[in-house]
C-alpha cells in the first residue's frame, strides 16, 4: 500500500473514533501507535508510547498555555467581561446596532486576557442576549453577533492556538502573538462596519435605545477597561519592547489578573479555587491532545505519508498563491471533525515544510491559519462556537444559529483576502519588535 492511502485510511480511522465520541487527544494516540505497530513494528511502537508523553509537554514555551488560560479564568471572574460590555453600551448604544457593537466591544476586550473562544461565547451569552432581547432585537442577528464576535477570542492575543503553533515551528511566540493585533482590530472593525451598516439599511432589526447616557457618565464607564489596558498592555508590550518571552509575559499577566481581582473585591477562595479547577481541566485536556498529536505525527512521518503529500502538492507546479489557498480552505471542513488544537497540531508539521520551501513567511502563514481555524468554529455541520451556542440557548435549533453566522463567515474570509493581498499587515508589528 502507498504511503497516501495509509494516511488516509489512517485519517478514515481517526474520523471513525472522533464520530464514536473518543477524546480526540485519545483518538489520535491510538490511530497513532497502531499505526506503528502495524507498519513498524512493536519496538518502534513502543518506544514511542515511553518517550513521546514526556518529549510532547516538556516544552518551557508550553508554560505559557495554562498561565494564559489562569490569567483569562481570573480576569472573568473579577468582573471584566461585564464591565467591558457596560461601557461598550454606554458608548455606542444608541448607534444603529449598538447592543451588537457593544458585544464585539466587549469580545475584543476580553480577547485581550483569554485564548479562548469557547469560554467567550458562553460568557457572552449570558450578559449580551438578555440586554438584546430587551431591546428587540432580532435573535438572528443576535446569535450572530455572538457567535462570530466570540471568534475573536483566538486571534487578538493572547492566542492559545497561536502559541502551538510557534511551538510546533519552532517560531518566536511573541511574534505569532504580535502578528495578531492588527489583523484582530481589522476584524473588529469589520463586525462594527457589518452591524452598523446592516441596522441602518433594516432598522427592525435592532431598535435603538431610549436612554440618553450623559458624557460624563460614558467618560465615567470607561473605567471599565482600565483592567485590560492593564493586562494587554502588560503581556504584549513586554513582549514587543523585548522586556520578557511570551512564558515571562504570560506570568506577567496572571499576576496583573491576580492583583485586579484583589482590587476589584473579587478575590475570594471559592473563585480562586474555580479557576484554578478550569485552568487544569484547559491544561490537561490540551496536554492530551499535544501527546496524542504527537505519537500520530510520528506515524505519518515514518509510513511515508508526510513526504508523499509534500511531494504532491510541491510536483503540482500550482503558483504559491493558489497552494497558500488550498492550505487556508482545508481548515474548514477539517473544523467539522478537529478541535482547534487537534488541527494546529495535526496539520502544521505537514504543511510547514511545503511553505518554507515556497518561501512564504511562517509568522504571516501562522496568522492566516489561526483566522481559517476561527472561520471553522462558524462552519456547518460542527461548528464549535454554534453549538456552544445552541447549548445556552436550547430554544433555538442549530440550523437556526448556522444560519445566523453565515454572514459572519463571509466577514472573516473577506479579511484573509485583505491580508492575502496585504500581508505587511501581519507581518509589520513582529518585524518592529525588539
Do not use: H
Request: with cysteine; proline share 5%; glycine share 12%.
Amino acid at each position: 500500500m502507498s504511503p497516501l492511502m495509509i494516511g488516509l485510511a489512517a485519517f478514515i480511522a481517526l474520523i471513525i473514533l472522533l464520530l464514536i465520541r473518543v477524546p480526540i487527544g485519545v483518538s489520535m494516540l491510538i490511530v497513532g501507535a497502531g499505526g506503528l505497530l502495524l507498519v513498524k513494528g512493536g519496538m518502534l511502537a513502543e518506544y514511542a508510547l515511553s518517550t513521546t508523553p514526556y518529549s510532547a509537554i516538556s516544552s518551557f514555551s508550553l508554560v505559557a498555555i495554562p498561565l494564559f488560560v489562569l490569567m483569562g479564568n481570573l480576569a472573568n471572574a473579577a468582573g471584566v467581561t461585564t464591565e467591558l460590555y457596560d461601557t461598550g453600551y454606554k458608548l455606542l448604544g444608541r448607534l444603529p446596532g449598538g447592543l451588537g457593537m457593544a458585544t464585539v466591544f466587549a469580545c475584543a476586550g476580553f480577547a485581550a486576557t483569554t485564548g479562548s473562544s469557547v469560554g467567550m461565547v458562553a460568557a457572552m451569552t449570558r450578559i449580551a442576549l438578555p440586554e438584546m432581547d430587551r431591546y428587540g432585537y432580532d435573535r438572528r442577528l443576535s446569535l450572530g453577533t455572538i457567535a462570530g464576535a466570540g471568534t475573536l477570542g483566538i486571534l487578538i492575543p493572547p492566542s492559545i492556538p497561536a502559541v502551538m503553533y510557534a511551538i510546533t515551528t519552532e517560531q518566536s511566540v511573541g511574534r505569532i502573538l504580535l502578528g495578531g493585533v492588527i489583523p484582530g482590530l481589522i476584524m473588529a472593525v469589520a463586525m462594527f462596519a457589518y452591524l452598523g451598516i446592516r441596522c441602518a439599511l433594516n432598522p427592525r432589526l435592532a431598535a435603538v435605545s431610549a436612554e440618553r447616557v450623559p458624557f460624563r457618565e460614558k467618560l465615567k464607564s470607561l473605567k471599565g477597561v482600565w483592567a485590560i489596558v492593564v493586562l494587554f498592555g502588560g503581556v504584549i508590550g513586554s513582549i514587543y519592547l523585548g522586556w520578557a518571552t511570551a512564558t515571562e509575559a504570560a506570568a506577567v499577566g496572571c499576576l496583573g489578573a491576580v492583583v485586579i481581582a484583589a482590587v476589584k473585591g473579587n478575590l475570594n477562595p471559592a473563585a480562586l479555587k474555580s479557576a484554578l479547577k478550569d485552568t487544569v481541566k484547559t491544561t490537561c485536556m490540551i496536554m492530551l491532545i499535544s501527546v496524542g498529536a504527537t505519537v500520530f505525527q510520528l506515524f505519518l512521518t515514518r509510513c511515508g505519508f508526510a513526504t508523499a503529500f509534500s511531494g504532491l502538492f510541491i510536483g503540482a507546479s500550482m503558483g504559491k498563491m493558489t497552494t497558500v489557498i488550498l492550505m487556508l480552505l482545508i481548515y474548514i471542513p477539517l473544523g467539522m471533525f478537529f478541535d482547534t488544537m487537534g488541527m494546529i497540531l495535526l496539520t502544521i508539521p505537514i504543511f510547514y515544510p511545503i511553505m518554507l520551501q515556497l518561501g512564504i513567511d511562517p509568522i504571516w502563514f501562522g496568522v492566516m491559519v489561526v483566522i481559517m481555524i476561527q472561520i471553522s468554529l462558524l462552519s456547518p455541520p460542527v461548528g464549535l462556537n454554534v453549538y456552544v451556542l445552541k447549548g445556552c440557548v436550547p430554544e433555538s435549533t442549530l440550523g437556526q444559529i448556522f444560519a445566523s453566522s453565515a454572514p459572519w463567515m463571509v466577514i472573516q474570509l473577506a479579511v484573509v483576502a485583505l491580508l492575502l493581498l496585504f500581508p505587511g499587515l501581519v507581518t509589520y508589528l513582529p518585524n518592529m519588535m525588539k
